[in-house]
T-cell receptor
Framework: GAGVSQSPSNKVTEKGKDVELRCDPI?????LYWYRQSLGQGLEFLIY????????KSGLPSDRFSAERTGGSVSTLTIQRTQQEDSAVYLC???????????FGPGTRLLVL | EDKVVQSPLSLVVHEGDTVTLNCSYEVTNFRSLLWYKQEKKAPTFLFML????IEKKSGRLSSILDKKELFSILNITATQTGDSAVYLC??????????FGKGTKLSVIP
């Protein structure tokens, strides 16, 4: 079946603009995760959704970052008033409920000028 | 705070060589250790290990976990240029969290 998909693949924006990144998880996966990977760094956890439960937002770096998941499927990560330090690859992953193995999408490379 | 440390950070080998990548960890409520291969952007799943001493194998890749000494190794034999990638180690603790290491960048030259 289809894997995790993300769009856009690449996004270039100007400092101060808002951006929206989209993630479509594997069908049937109820858990969805967002990570950020800066150059030369490991994956940094941002947010976790599980079914209809309240999301774990503990990894969001500032209140400029928010995410939602509609209908238990597609998720959107929004970054408001982007800063140059937001430049990174944003990765989405999904998994079955309770499973440790997460499957990743191809990511969105964000560049803030 | 959970911690995952990978070594070396980077490695250059010739085709046909065997390599060993290391991952050590300090986490509470350990559940599993996972290895991923990252080419370009998307990490792809390789192995999940939960029990000590049981080797997981897939073709030329194999991995083993030592829960007493808190580390895992990933071996790649007869390396090929297609093995060039960043190899990520992640440790699962608690109900869903994965903590990732910074990765080992492997370059295989012809």
């Amino acid at each position: 079946g289809a894997g995790v998909s993300q769009s856009p693949s690449n996004k270039v924006t100007e400092k101060g603009k808002d951006v929206e990144l989209r993630c479509d998880p594997i069908s049937g996966h109820t858990a969805l995760y967002w990570y950020r990977q800066s150059l030369g760094q490991g994956l940094e956890f941002l947010i976790y959704f599980q079914g209809n439960s309240a999301p774990d937002k503990s990894g969001l770096p500032s209140d400029r970052f928010s995410a939602e998941r509609t209908g238990g499927s597609v998720s959107t990560l929004t970054i408001q008033r982007t800063q140059q330090e937001d430049s990174a690859v944003y990765l989405c992953a999904s998994s079955l409920q309770g499973a440790q193995t997460q499957y990743f999408g191809p990511g969105t490379r964000l560049l803030v000028l | 705070e959970d911690k995952v440390v990978q070594s070396p950070l980077s490695l250059v080998v010739h085709e046909g060589d065997t390599v060993t990548l290391n991952c050590s960890y300090e986490v509470t409520n350990f559940r599993s250790l996972l290895w991923y291969k990252q080419e370009k952007k998307a990490p792809t799943f390789l192995f999940m290990l939960t029990s000590s001493g049981i080797e997981k194998k897939s073709g030329r890749l194999s991995s083993i976990l030592d829960k007493k000494e808190l580390f895992s190794i990933l071996n790649i034999t007869a390396t090929q240029t297609g093995d060039s990638a960043v190899y990520l180690c992640a440790v699962g603790a608690g109900s869903y969290q994965l903590t990732f290491g910074k990765g080992t960048k492997l370059s295989v030259i012809p």
